[in-house]
């Protein structure tokens, strides 16, 4: 059993940052792929990011160059660096583990307004 709790969703204004952070708690295996994925209203979940235990990663199109997913196997937490962030990156924001089995967190929202 994996948990995984979300932080550092809320409001920004477009152009702004923000730093979203999953801490995964329980069997946690260095192999897992760890992500990030969101949904909008009315759109299905996406990808947004993902990382690997060594450190490869992987981004939807939409925010390479300005979003950056971060790892730190010692704290068993991933990291969303938002850069740049535009009223389209509005979403619920979910925490994703991955290995053998799938967990997804609780979700956190970002607003970018206008």
């Known amino acids: 059993q994996v948990n995984l709790v979300e932080s550092g969703g809320g409001l920004v204004q477009a152009g702004g940052s923000q730093r979203l952070s999953c801490a995964a708690s329980?069997?946690?295996?260095?192999?897992?792929?760890m992500g990030w994925y969101r949904q909008a209203p009315g759109k299905q979940r996406e990808l947004v990011a993902t990382?690997?235990?060594?450190?490869?990663?992987n981004y939807a199109d939409s925010v390479k160059g300005r979003f950056t997913i971060s790892r730190d196997n010692a704290k068993n937490t991933v990291y969303l660096q938002m850069n740049s962030l535009k009223p389209e990156d509005t979403a619920v924001y979910y925490c994703n583990y991955r290995w053998v089995l799938e967990y997804w967190g609780q979700g956190t929202q970002v607003t970018v307004s206008s």
């Open positions: 329980g069997r946690i295996s260095s192999l897992s792929i």
């Open positions: 990382i690997t235990g060594a450190g490869t990663t």
